[in-house]
C-alpha cells in the first residue's frame, strides 16, 4: 500500500487541478458599498445577506463599508441591515463572467443600546446635550485586544494606569479615583466594595462597541458616576444567520491566546456564545526603565504575568409587540502577579499575588411597549466576586506574611419608564444596588497559617430620578433632570454603625442644531459619590489606616462644545469644568505608630477644566486618520492654597491612521502623547514622573484572507507595541511594558 500511495496522489492532485477552474468559472463577484442615506458616509460592520436557489450567504462591510462575495449564477434576494439604520431588500440577478456592482443606503433610525438605559444614534453623539461617544467594532476589531484595557486607548481624553495593587483602570478628563461607572450590556462591573474594577481581566473577544458619556451624567446611570460612564456591549448579529470566529496569537514574553465564538439569528432569537484563553509571562521591561528596587530581572518586569480564562454566553428574543428580552452570563477565571514598585524600598513595597480573581455575572434584561406612547426597559443582575490575595516576605514571592480572602455577592437593578407627551419625553428612572462583602484574613507564621480573622460588611445603594426632554425648537433641544441618591451601611465589620447618607443630583442641557453641519450643546449637573466600603473599612493588608468618617465626594460638572460633519470629516472641541468638593485622597504617616502607612481623606476639593479637540477625517476610501488631544489643568485645595494632583496628565493625545494597500494588504499605524504627570512620593512632595512627556507608537499590517479564499473570511496579521522601546511611567517606580510583537491570524466562517 505504501507502493501505491504516490499514484493516488498524483490522481487526486490531477483531479483537483482539472475541477478547480470548472468550479472557479462557475463563480462570479458581487461587490458593492454600503451607506448613510443622508450623508453618504460609509457603514461599518453592515450584515450582507444573499438568498438564493442554492441557499444563502453572508458577509459584513469594512471599515469604508464595501464588502465582496462570489456567488453562482443566478437570481438573489440581497438584505442589508446595520444597528441603527433602516434595514433595506433588493432582488438582483448575477451572470456568469460579468462582476456585479451595488450601492446600498440605509436611512438612520433611533434605536437602543442593549446597555438598556442609554439611547442614542448610531453616529456618535448625534443629538446627545452630554458628550457621547462610541467605538465600533472595526476599531476594536483592528487592537487585537486581550482585555478590554487594551481598548481604552480608542476613546479620547481617556488615560489607563495600573496601581500598585495590580489593578488597571481608566479614568476620563482626570477624573478622581472611583468616580467612573463601567457596565457590560448595562449590568454594574465595578466590585461594589472597591467601586472599581480590574479592566485587564474583563475579556475584549466578546466586545462588540463601546458607549461613553462624559460630563453632566443622565439621571438613569444612578449614583457614583460623576467621572463619566463606559457601557461595553456584547457581541450580536443584525441579520438572520450564523458565523463562527476563530482567533489564535501567540508573542514575545510568553504571549498566547486564542478564543472561539459562535453567533447566530433567527427571526425571533438571537444568541452568543463564546469562550477566550489569554496567557503571558513577565512583561518587558523597557530599556530606560532604571529603577532602584525590587527588580532582580534584567529584561522583564518581575511578577507581571497573567493566566485567564473566559466564558459568555447571551440569548434574547424578540416579542410580538416590539418588545425583547434577554439573559446572559459572564465568568472570567484569572491569577496575576503584581509588579512591586521600583522606587520603594524592601521594608514599603508590596509583594503580592492574586492566585484567584474570579468574577461572575448574570443578566436579564428587557424592553416593553406599554401603550402607543408608554414602555419600559430594565435589566436585573447578580454577580459574584472571588479574590485571594497572597503577601509575600520578600521578591522570591515563597514565604508568606498573610492571604486576604475577599468574596461579594452582589444584585443590581435598573428600570426605565418613558412617556411621550405632547411637547416631549419624560423618563423616570430607580436604580438600586445590594452588595455583601465577606473579608477572612489569615496571617502566616514560618510557613503556618494563624488564627482567622473574618469581617462582613454590606452596603446598599438607590438612586431615584427623572428627567424631560423636549424640543424646543426644530433645531434645538433641551434636557433636565434631577435625582435622590442615598446609601447605607447595615454590616461595619468591627467598626461603629455609620447614619445613611443622602444627596441629589441634576442635570441639564441644550443641543443647538446651526445648520451646515454644525451643532453647538452645553451641559451642567451635580452628581455625588460615596465613599466605598473599601475606603472606609479596608487596611490593605497592613498598608493603610482605616478611616470610617470619610465624607461623600460631591461635584458640579459643566461642559460647552461644537461640533462639525461633513461625509468624510468630523471636527469637535469640548471646555469642560470639574468643581469637586470633599475629594477624597491619600497621605502619608512620617512618624508615630502608623509611620510609613497611608490613610484617605477628605481634601477641600480639587478643580479640573481643560480642552477636549477630536478628529476624524477619510480623505479617500483607502485612507482614515483620526486622533484627539486634551488638554487640562488638575489642581486641588488644601489650606495652604492649591497642589497638583497626582498622576494627572496635563496633556493626552492620540493619533491613529489606517491605509488599505492593493491585494487586501492594510497597515495601520498609531501614538499616544502623554506630558505633564506628576507624582507624590514618600515625603508627600510632587515629583515629575521620569517619562513625562511620553510618546509611544505602535503598528500592524494584516492580508485578508478573502483574497486567497471565498469560503473563509478572516485575516493574518503582525503587530508590533511600543516600537521605541519608550519607557514610560504610570507611576512612581510602575513602568508600562516596554517593546512587544505579536503575530495572530483571525478566522470567521
Known sequence: MLDRAPGHCLLALCVCM????????AQTVLQGRVVEADTQAPIERANVLVRGANGRDGTSTDADGRFRMSLRPGEYVLEVSAVGYDGTRRTLTVEAGTARSVTITLAARDYSLNEIVVSDRRRVGADAVSTVQQVEYAAIESQDAADVSELAELVPATHVQTNSRGQTILYFRNAGDRQVGQFFDGALLNIPWDNRVNISLIPASVVEGMTVTKGAPSVRYGANVLGGAINFQSRTLDSEGQRTELKGALGTAEQRRASLTYLGRTQNWDYTAAVQYNERGNQPLAAGANLQNNQPLADRRVNTD????????????????????????????????????????????????????????VIASGQFPLGPRTSLRGAAWGSRFAQNIADYQSIEYTALNSVQEDRDLTAGLRLIGTQSLPAGTLTLALNGLTTRHHQTNIPYSNGTAGADSVSVYRQNIFSVGTEYETQLHPRVELTTGVSLDGTTTPETGPFPDRDPIYTWGMNTGIRVDAGTGWTVRGALGRKSRFPTMRELFGAAIGKFVPNPNLQPVSAWIGEAGVEYRKSRLYLGSTAFLNRVYDTIDKRTFQSGPNAGKEQRINLQGARIYGLETTMRWTPTEALVLDGSVTWSHPRGFTESGTQRLDEKPAWLGSGRLSYDLPFGLSVMGQGRYTGGVYARNEDNEFVTLPSSPSLILDARLSYALSEITSGIDGRIYVRGENLTDEAVFVGLGLPRPGRSFRVGVDLAF
Open 18 to 25: 482539472v475541477a478547480w477552474p470548472v468550479q472557479a468559472t
Open 306 to 361: 497573567r493566566q485567564m480564562v473566559s466564558a459568555f454566553g447571551r440569548a434574547s428574543r424578540r416579542l410580538a409587540n416590539g418588545g425583547q428580552v434577554a439573559v446572559s452570563a459572564l465568568h472570567v477565571d484569572a491569577a496575576q502577579g503584581v509588579a512591586p514598585e521600583g522606587n520603594a524600598t524592601d521594608v514599603q513595597s508590596r509583594y503580592w499575588r492574586y492566585p484567584l480573581w474570579q468574577k461572575s455575572t
